[in-house]
Nanobody, 122 residues
Framework: QVQLVEFGGGLVQAGGSLRLSCAASGNIFRINDMGWYRQAPGKQRELVATITRGGNTNYADFVKGRFAISRDNAKNTVYLQMSSLKPEDTAVYYC????????????????WGQGTQVTVSS
């Protein structure tokens, strides 16, 4: 089993910054893609950013130029640096990891963290 634990959420004023981190632990052979998603009240969960093991990144249009995703493969950790935060960024942020099952397959299982609240005041 694999556990993901997020850190770094909180309350910040508009224009401020926060850094989220998410550490994976447990029975891990290799983590391939990692990502951050968010869910605001009354809305569906949406993709914020993803990063491959090799460091290729993908961002939702609404965070381009403001957020930066990174990872430390040795620590099985993914980060999200959030800058120029807006009230509409308020949501619960979840990290996700695609954990490869073993050396015999590229297939993986998707795991989620419990979420961390980010609140941006105007």
């Amino acid at each position: 089993q694999v556990q993901l634990v997020e850190f770094g959420g909180g309350l910040v004023q508009a224009g401020g910054s926060l850094r989220l981190s998410c550490a994976a632990s447990g029975n891990i052979f290799r983590i391939n893609d990692m990502g951050w998603y968010r869910q605001a009240p009354g809305k569906q969960r949406e993709l914020v950013a993803t990063i491959t093991r090799g460091g290729n990144t993908n961002y939702a249009d609404f965070v381009k130029g403001r957020f930066a995703i990174s990872r430390d493969n040795a620590k099985n950790t993914v980060y999200l640096q959030m800058s120029s935060l807006k009230p509409e960024d308020t949501a619960v942020y979840y990290c996700n990891a695609d954990v490869q099952r073993g050396s015999w397959t590229w297939e993986g299982d998707s795991y989620w963290g419990q979420g961390t609240q980010v609140t941006v005041s105007s």
